[in-house]
């Protein structure tokens, strides 16, 4: 569904990913995984067309993507960034409707407002204050439905779990494997390598802005190098 091909993104005279590859398929959630520098974000900036690769090619159905990230939005390609980046001044609605800039059916747009409601119930009750008032986990469930407001194909997850408390953690994660099994295809880019792989049907483990390994997540995660080397030396896998 979605190809990543031999990418290299360069910050002036430092090279950030050196030319990786990778594919996410249809309808599964692929991890990306590995410490701060590794090339995580930058690869998911790269395909939502928040920074600008310096060669390779980000192809989707067969096509190259554009490189504006609004025209990477109205491919059905759609990145909630890290830090949540909501906006704090205007309501919780106004942050969603936002989101759905390329809906452009009122029943449609309608529709979707009324899903997100459903799934994130916390959100319709505090629909009109400002986003800024909302927990860290509520501004987060306000950047999943925000992303979910334009009925996207593909999601870009960069550190979702970032700055939660531990139960906020278990429910993202439950949340995405559920749009997981709604249909929407994940590219999920965390820290928190365990739980990441954990839910992973496929996943990569980056260095330096290399793939220094890749496999299911359960093979990654039973790995006893891969355990050693980024999950912290920890005890049996979950």
Not at 83 to 111: C, H, M, W
Not at 170 to 192: A, P
Request: hydrophobic residues 40%; glycine residues 10%.
């Amino acid at each position: 569904m979605l190809e990543v091909k031999n990418l290299i993104v360069k910050y002036g005279g430092i090279t950030a990913i050196q030319g990786i590859s990778l594919s996410i398929p249809r309808r599964q959630i692929v991890a990306m995984v590995g410490a701060n520098g590794a090339g995580k974000s930058t690869t998911i900036n790269a395909i939502s067309g928040m920074v600008r690769k310096t060669s390779g090619d980000i192809v989707y159905e067969g096509k190259s993507l554009p490189t504006r990230p609004h025209e990477v939005s109205r491919m059905g390609i759609v990145q909630v960034p890290e830090g949540r980046k909501i906006f704090p001044t205007i309501s919780v609605e106004e942050n969603l409707i936002l989101g759905a800039y390329v809906v452009k059916d009122p029943l449609v747009l309608k529709q979707n407002l009324e899903r997100v409601y459903s799934l994130f119930p916390v959100l319709k009750a505090r629909r009109r204050q400002g986003g800024g008032t909302l927990s860290g986990g509520e501004q987060q469930m306000l950047a999943f439905g925000r992303a979910l407001m334009s009925n996207p194909n593909i999601l870009l997850l960069d550190e979702p779990s970032l700055g939660l408390a531990p139960k906020l953690i278990i429910e993202i994660f439950q949340f995405i494997e559920k749009l997981k099994q709604e249909g929407l295809t994940i590219l999920l880019v965390e820290q928190n390598a365990t739980k990441a792989l954990s839910i992973a049907d496929y996943a990569y483990v980056l260095e330096t802005g290399r793939i220094v390994a890749e496999g299911s997540g359960k093979e990654l995660l039973a790995n006893p190098i891969i355990r050693k080397a980024y999950l912290g030396c920890l005890d049996d896998p979950e």
